[in-house]
């Protein structure tokens, strides 16, 4: 296995593993997540993210197919006086091919972010788990990460 930048190239394998992904979502929030008509990517959007300088596009390859995923964004706080500034990286995707889970690569690729992120000067990195998703937030606390705050949130009526 190796873990690399993405290319334009990528696109089709890239949105393969996204839709797995994007299908576990909407099957567990199907009130948020719905099924796109068309590409679950499009072509431009997946070009901004390869192409931007603060945003690092990593796929793990293996016998010329892409079987994970990782998109890390690092960030600067906001400019509030109540908030230190920082920079930080924020993993906005991770995605192992159903078919290679538990070898190693999604760890493999948190981790070629996480020197990523800190050689772009972030001083943390954070992520978003759903509440449904146990063996996401497993994964990610035996990597060391720790839940900091909580997401709330309520139905109204109607």
Same mark, same amino acid.
């Given at each position: ?42 072509? %431009?959007?997946?070009?901004? #993210? =390869?192409?931007?300088?603060? @945003?690092? *596009?990593? &796929?793990? %390859?293996?016998?010329?197919? #892409? =079987?994970?995923?990782?998109? @890390?964004? *690092?960030? &600067? ?5 109540? #908030? ?75």
């Amino acid at each position: 296995m190796n873990i690399r930048e993405a290319t334009l190239r990528d696109y089709q394998q890239l949105c393969t593993l996204i839709e797995q992904v994007d299908g576990l979502h909407r099957e567990h929030l199907p009130h948020i997540y719905q099924k796109a008509e068309g590409p679950t990517r499009q072509r %431009e959007y997946v070009l901004g #993210l =390869i192409a931007a300088d603060n @945003v690092g *596009v990593f &796929v793990a %390859e293996q016998d010329g197919r #892409l =079987i994970g995923l990782v998109v @890390v964004i *690092v960030r &600067v706080s906001s400019d509030i006086p109540i #908030l230190v500034p920082r920079t930080f990286a924020l993993i906005e995707n991770i995605c192992v091919d159903r078919d290679h889970r538990n070898q190693g690569i999604g760890r493999a690729l948190v981790e070629h972010a996480q020197l990523w992120a800190k050689e772009k000067g972030a001083h943390s990195i954070e992520l978003t788990v759903y509440e449904f998703n146990n063996e996401a937030w497993q994964f990610y606390e035996s990597m060391g990460y720790f839940t900091e705050s909580r997401r709330m949130t309520r139905k109204l009526g109607g």
